[in-house]
């Protein structure tokens, strides 16, 4: 055997040196290959009512979509876990478990899944006592008749008083959450629209002056109810005048971005500015009005309107 291997290592061929014919690492191009379009591309159309439409379409979701509908299917499905599965750690009130395996009553846990809950937590500054939960997983339960939750991303709801005479909401969602398999889900999970949203409201109540609201979102919104569904909330802020500190309820602050049917983007910015230094609010004279001008790429294209006081119109808690 040790000449039959010694005769067919020396009978077989080197390995091959490179030549000058060998392929060689291309030159780099002088400049950029510009991208050529298959079709010819469509100009924007500025279309005011249908701008308005998806603004207010999205205006009217914002209290909707929240961390409440998600934290609630899953603290409901985890009453289904047994002594083996999924296989749990915590550690100072923080719950992490992982699968897949399977309960001795036929759920199905895949993935992972870290849950914490803040209890009187400065997480709005010193002096701020907020609790909460807040769930971060990239997972799937399946019950026993198929029926599956799936979860992927981060989603939490906080609320506590940040100072004697103010009182927040936080909320978020972000990534994807929703049932397979279970059409009587009414929350927004079983709705058309699909969100990445930040939202943050707050309730004033002082003495002598009144209850005054405000609430705050950045958020991605796709599926609402409008010809144009595709909205992206950047910075929003509308108030009460809270006794003269916010300058205009009818203005906002932020912009809104809406994508037509073809495509475009066209960005809605408002008049209600803040002073980066003493971060007051200011709006010019005039322009107190719900309006904003609309953009596309930079160019002034016209204006848009619509109600804020939607965002407002909540009694002792936005949701």
């Known amino acids: ?10 009978g077989s061929e080197s390995p091959r040196q490179p030549t000058d014919a060998s392929p ?9 290959t510009p991208w050529e379009y298959a079709g010819t591309p ?24 929240t961390g409440s509908a998600p934290l609630d299917a899953y603290s ?14 915590e550690l100072d009130g923080s719950v992490y478990w992982y699968g897949g395996c399977e309960t001795s009553e036929g759920v199905s846990y895949q993935g992972y899944s870290f849950y914490e809950y803040y209890d009187d937590a400065p997480l709005f500054g010193e002096g701020s006592s907020i609790s909460g939960p ?14 599956r939750f799936d979860m992927g991303g981060s989603t939490y709801t906080f609320e506590g008083p940040t100072s ?16 397979t398999g279970r059409e009587d889900d009414e929350t927004w999970m079983g709705g058309p629209v699909k969100p990445t949203i930040e939202t943050v409201a707050y309730l004033w109540d002082i003495d002598g002056m009144g209850r005054y609201r405000a609430v705050s979102s950045t958020a991605g919104l796709t599926g609402l109810a409008s010809a144009w569904n595709t909205v992206f909330l950047s910075g929003l802020t509308s108030m009460d005048d809270l006794g003269g500190y916010w300058p205009c309820p009818e203005e906002a602050a932020g912009s809104i971005s809406v994508r037509s ?15 980066e230094a003493d971060g007051s609010w200011s709006i010019a004279p005039g322009l107190c009005d719900g309006c904003g001008q609309a953009y596309i790429d930079g160019v002034e294209v016209g204006e848009a309107c619509s109600d804020f006081s939607i965002l407002r119109d909540w009694g002792d808690q936005p949701w």
């Open 1 to 10: 055997m040790l000449a039959v291997l010694a005769i067919a290592c020396a």
């Open 24 to 32: 060689q690492e291309p030159d780099a191009p002088d400049a950029i």
């Open 42 to 65: 469509s100009t924007p159309q500025f279309d005011q009512v249908l701008v308005e439409e998806a603004i207010q379409a999205a205006l009217s979701e914002v209290l909707n979509l």
């Open 76 to 89: 409901s499905l985890m009453g289904t876990a047994d002594d083996y599965c999924p296989y749990y750690s």
């Open 134 to 147: 807040i769930l971060n997983t990239q997972g799937t339960i399946i019950l026993d008749d198929g029926t």
């Open 164 to 179: 004697d005479n103010m009182y927040a909401w936080s909320t978020g969602v972000t990534g994807t959450f929703g049932w």
């Open 261 to 275: 049917s073809e495509g475009h983007w066209f960005e809605v910015v408002y008049d209600v500015e803040q002073d």
